[in-house]
C-alpha cells in the first residue's frame, strides 16, 4: 500500500487511533456520573456524560440542528490518552460540533439542553410547572454566546461544587481550538456514542478495540504533542492569536512542574502572551478580575499552590513585558503582589522573602 510509504500526507498526522486500554479509560470517563447541583431546594441531578450527550444530540438532530461530530476536549481528553503522569481533569469538556446559520440556534441549543435537564429531574417532580428559566437559574453555572465572522459558538456550563464542572460547548467556527500542545487534544465520541455498551471487558490487554476511536490533535503534529503531555513540555503555536495570549494557563503549567520544550524560543512566546494579555485586558481592575477568576476556577483544593502560581506569573510578566508603559507594568505588578500577600495571608503562611526586593504601598485602587 502505497499511503503507507514515507510520503505520509501531513493530516494524517493530526489523528491517532485510541488503543484498547484507552478506550477503556474512555468509557469509564463517560459513565462515570457526575453530580450537578442544583441551588436552593433544586435536587443534585447525579448525571453520566454519555447518556447526557446522547439526549442533547437527539434533541439537537429533532430540532433540525446538523451535528457533525461530539468530541471530548481539554484535561480530560489528555488524562485519557496519558493517564499516569498525575494529570487531573476537573472540567469535562464536551464538543458538539454544530452548524450555526444565524443566531437564533442559539437559542434552540439552549432550550435543547435544559430540556435533557428536566428530562432528569427525579420521578414525583412536577414538571410542568417548572420553566427553562428556571432550570437555567438552578443547574447553569455560566452560558457564552459568541457569534462573529471567525468564531460562532456557545457555551453552557452545569454547576458542580467541586470544580468538576459540565462544560457543554457548540461550536460552528472556532479560529483559535487550543492554548498549549499538551492541551490540544479531542477525542471524537461518535462511534463509541452508537456502540451499545459491553457489559463484559475484554481481557487481552492488547487486542484491537471493539470499535475505532480517533483523536485528533489540533495543535497539528499527534506524536510531538503526546511527548508534551508525557514528559510535561510547554509548546505552542502563534500565542498572539489565543484569548489573553495563554499567559494565565503558562504560569499554571510552569507551577505544575512542565518546562518549556524549546528554551530557545520561550522568550519570544513569552512576550507574545504577554502582549496580548494587556491588549485584552489593558486594564488593572480587569486583569485583576481574570486573575482572580482563574485562580478561583483552577486551584480548588490547592489552596497552597496559589501563592507560588501568582509569584510565577509575576516573574513572567516582570521578565517579559515589553508593550507597555512603566507605571502601567508596576501597577500590574503591585496588583499581583498584594494579591500573593492576601492569598498567604488567608493561609497564615509566612512568605520566603529570598526574591522580594521590596514591597511597594498598595495602590489606592485596591482599596475601594
Same mark, same amino acid.
Given at each position: 500500500d502505497s499511503g503507507m510509504s514515507e510520503t505520509?500526507?501531513?493530516?494524517?498526522?493530526?489523528?491517532?487511533s485510541l488503543n484498547t486500554e484507552q478506550v477503556e479509560v474512555l468509557h469509564q470517563v463517560l459513565s462515570e456520573v457526575v453530580p450537578i447541583h442544583g441551588r436552593g431546594?433544586?435536587?443534585?441531578?447525579?448525571?453520566?456524560?454519555?447518556?447526557?450527550?446522547? *439526549?442533547?444530540? *437527539?434533541?439537537?438532530?429533532?430540532?433540525?440542528?446538523?451535528?457533525?461530530d461530539v468530541r471530548l476536549n481539554g484535561s480530560t481528553a489528555s488524562h485519557v490518552l496519558v493517564r499516569d503522569n498525575g494529570t487531573?481533569? &476537573?472540567?469535562?469538556d464536551i464538543i458538539f460540533g454544530v452548524e450555526l446559520p444565524s443566531q437564533e440556534e442559539f437559542q434552540v441549543i439552549k432550550e435543547s439542553v435544559l430540556g435533557c435537564l428536566l428530562d432528569c429531574l427525579p420521578a414525583g417532580v412536577?414538571? @410542568?410547572?417548572?420553566?427553562?428559566?428556571?432550570?437555567?437559574? *438552578?443547574? !447553569?453555572?455560566?452560558?457564552?454566546?459568541?457569534?462573529? @465572522?471567525?468564531d460562532r459558538w456557545s457555551l453552557i456550563s452545569l454547576s458542580n461544587?467541586?470544580?468538576?464542572?459540565?462544560?457543554?460547548?457548540? !461550536?460552528? !467556527?472556532?479560529?483559535?481550538?487550543? @492554548?498549549?500542545?499538551?492541551d490540544s487534544f479531542q477525542i471524537i465520541l461518535d462511534r463509541l456514542l452508537d456502540t451499545p455498551e459491553q457489559k463484559t471487558t475484554p481481557q487481552a490487554s492488547d487486542s484491537v478495540p471493539a470499535v475505532e476511536v480517533l483523536a485528533e490533535s489540533m495543535y497539528?503534529?499527534?506524536?510531538?504533542?503526546?511527548?508534551?503531555?508525557?514528559y510535561r513540555l510547554i509548546a505552542t503555536r502563534n500565542p498572539e492569536e489565543i484569548r489573553g495570549g495563554g499567559?494565565? &494557563?503558562?504560569?499554571?503549567?510552569?507551577?505544575?512542574?512542565?518546562r518549556p520544550a524549546s528554551e530557545t524560543q520561550i522568550k519570544t512566546l513569552e512576550r507574545y502572551m504577554c502582549s496580548r494579555f494587556f491588549i485584552d485586558f489593558p486594564d488593572v481592575q480587569e486583569q485583576q478580575r481574570k486573575i482572580l477568576s482563574y485562580l478561583k476556577n483552577h486551584f480548588i483544593g490547592e489552596e497552597r499552590s496559589k501563592y507560588q502560581y501568582l509569584m510565577t506569573l509575576r516573574r513572567v510578566v516582570d521578565d517579559s513585558t515589553v508593550c507597555l508603559m512603566g507605571h502601567e507594568r508596576r501597577q500590574t505588578?503591585?496588583?499581583?503582589?498584594?494579591?500573593?500577600?492576601?492569598?498567604?495571608?488567608?493561609?497564615n503562611i509566612i512568605p520566603n522573602t529570598d526574591h522580594v526586593t521590596c514591597f511597594y504601598q498598595p495602590a489606592p485602587y485596591l482599596a475601594e
Open positions: 505520509k500526507p501531513k493530516s494524517s498526522q493530526r489523528f491517532h431546594n433544586f435536587p443534585t441531578l447525579e448525571l453520566r456524560p454519555r447518556d447526557i450527550i446522547i *439526549a442533547v444530540r *437527539a434533541r439537537l438532530q429533532k430540532q433540525g440542528i446538523t451535528v457533525r487531573t481533569y &476537573k472540567d469535562l412536577n414538571r @410542568e410547572r417548572i420553566s427553562s428559566a428556571t432550570m437555567k437559574e *438552578a443547574y !447553569v453555572q455560566k452560558m457564552v454566546k459568541v457569534f462573529n @465572522e471567525h461544587n467541586s470544580g468538576k464542572n459540565l462544560e457543554l460547548k457548540f !461550536v460552528s !467556527v472556532l479560529r483559535r481550538q487550543f @492554548e498549549f500542545s499538551v497539528g503534529d499527534f506524536e510531538a504533542a503526546m511527548d508534551h503531555l508525557r499567559l494565565l &494557563k503558562y504560569s499554571n503549567l510552569l507551577v505544575r512542574d512542565y505588578l503591585n496588583m499581583i503582589t498584594v494579591l500573593a500577600l492576601k492569598v498567604l495571608g488567608e493561609q
